[in-house]
């Protein structure tokens, strides 16, 4: 066919050939989509390499582990500082066993059967009388001393050596260790740890300290507080570092009462009571009527015949055993620093309580002197606590109390003596503002004046 004869039919044959070049591209995508359609269905997956995958798990268990060990690490030391600290048991000071007890028991054994009759009794009397003429022989002051160190033998087992270490430097710039002894007694056993009362001098700002138990052995001690008006410290130690042995040989000491000590009875002196360790000394208390004056305390002392030095330290004890006083060379008269003295023991009960459970000791800063009611009708001065002096920066002189001074009550209660203003101040707290009565001496006599005191902790 010629060109020409398709410009009649130009349109229909132009729609023809459209047609068919569509059909046609139809047919190439089919074809196309065919071939694409042919290459998905024949691929095939790479196969797995089970050498590479184990090696990978391996790879992740390890760090797991890692991760594991990191994390239990960085709990264990962390933990601490996020759980609530475990309570620690308060230390209890027990009194001893009655000291009406005792003061009753001494009458009753004077007081003779009625069963024994009259002429039993003169004739106890007159054998008694004839028997103290004789003199001792050997073996009844051995028998004696048997019964005084049988005595002695319970209350030793709560009597500790303590020591103190410290690292210093001579002059040549050579290091050397300094030590520093003295004895203490078991106070307390809470179960977890035991608490031992002993002088603060030997425990001051020192490196380490050791404590030595009745049976000998030897564990680290750790400081708790101290009392400087008393010169007295509580360490602690830990019970789990002591072998069952140690733990069984240990015994808390017994306190007994002082005011049932009387001139001229038989006390025992165990500790250090001349600087020598582990020494057991029998003697007599000579007074019982001395009273030493701390900052608002007092403590009534016992003397007694048995020699000592300015190193002394231990616990005095009755023939029960019991611990009647703490040795306290620091308080004797110039006359006594020859011989033992020793602190009340009825006096230290509260303290030693306070020091074992680390408590604040309330004070409101003045030394004096109890004003009785005779004292008072003698020298004019109003029954109270007469202030001798006020310690520097205390809750007392920031307050305007002033010595001559006389304290007659804190808060609504009246405080006539010092024993009562020590546990009025113990049942208080640090920066608890309270009220003092005092009065104080003016051309026209005593005037009361109130002072607003804010108490301090030492």
């Known amino acids: 066919m010629g060109r020409d004869i398709r410009i009649q039919g130009k349109r229909r044959s132009y729609s023809w050939s459209q047609k068919q070049e569509t059909t046609r591209m ?58 609530p600290e475990e309570e620690q048991p308060r ?13 009753e028991k001494e009458p009753q054994q004077e007081i003779p059967e009625e069963e024994n009759g009259d002429d039993q009794t003169d004739e106890s009397d007159t054998t008694a009388a004839d028997t103290s003429k004789e003199p ?51 106070v307390a056993d809470t179960g977890k740890e035991y608490y031992v009362l002993t002088e603060y001098r030997v425990v001051d700002t020192v490196n380490r300290i050791l404590v030595t138990f009745c049976d000998g052995n030897t564990v680290d001690g750790h400081f708790v507080k101290q009392d400087a008006a008393t010169g007295l410290a509580v360490i602690q130690i830990a019970r789990n570092d002591l072998g069952k042995e140690t733990r069984d040989a240990i015994a808390v000491g017994e306190l007994g009462s002082a005011s049932s ?58 023939l029960d055993g019991k611990i009647v006083g703490v040795i306290a060379q620091s308080f004797s008269g110039e006359a006594d620093t020859g011989v033992v003295t020793a602190l009340s023991i009825s006096d230290l009960r509260k303290l030693i309580e306070q020091l074992s459970n680390n408590e604040d000791l309330i004070y409101l800063g003045v030394r004096g002197q109890d004003i009785s009611s005779s004292l008072s009708q003698k020298t004019g001065i109003p029954t109270g606590i007469y202030v001798n002096s006020v310690e520097e920066d205390s809750p007392a002189m920031n307050a305007g109390i002033q010595n001559g001074d006389v304290i007659v009550k804190v808060g609504n209660e009246s405080v006539e003596t010092l024993s009562r203003l020590r546990t009025r101040l113990d049942q208080s707290k640090k920066d608890q503002k309270i009220k003092v009565t005092a009065m104080r001496k003016g051309a026209e006599g005593y005037v009361e004046i109130v002072f607003d005191v804010t108490l301090d902790a030492l």
């Open 26 to 83: 139809d047919k190439k995508k089919d074809h196309k989509q065919d071939e694409y359609d042919f290459y998905r269905e024949v691929m095939k997956k790479k196969p797995l390499d089970k050498r590479k995958i184990a090696i990978s798990m391996a790879g992740v268990a390890a760090g797991a582990v890692l991760f594991g060990v990191i994390a239990a690490f960085v709990f264990a030391k962390v933990e601490p500082y996020f759980e």
């Open 136 to 186: 001792m022989t050997l073996q009844e002051y051995s028998d004696l001393y048997q019964q005084i160190s049988e005595a002695a033998s319970e209350p030793k087992r709560s009597v500790v050596i303590v020591q103190g270490f410290t690292n210093d430097v001579d002059w040549m710039n050579n290091s050397f260790e300094d030590e520093k002894q003295a004895s203490g007694f078991v």
């Open 91 to 103: 230390v209890s000071i027990v009194d001893g066993t009655g000291t009406d007890e005792d003061e």
């Open 261 to 318: 000590v009387n001139q001229g009875d038989l006390v025992l002196a165990l500790g250090s009571p001349s600087g020598y360790p582990d020494s057991v000394v029998c003697g007599r208390v000579t007074s019982t009527t001395n009273v030493k004056s701390t900052v608002d305390s007092e403590y009534h002392l016992l003397t007694t015949d048995i020699m000592g030095n300015s190193e002394g330290s231990g616990v005095l004890v009755n």
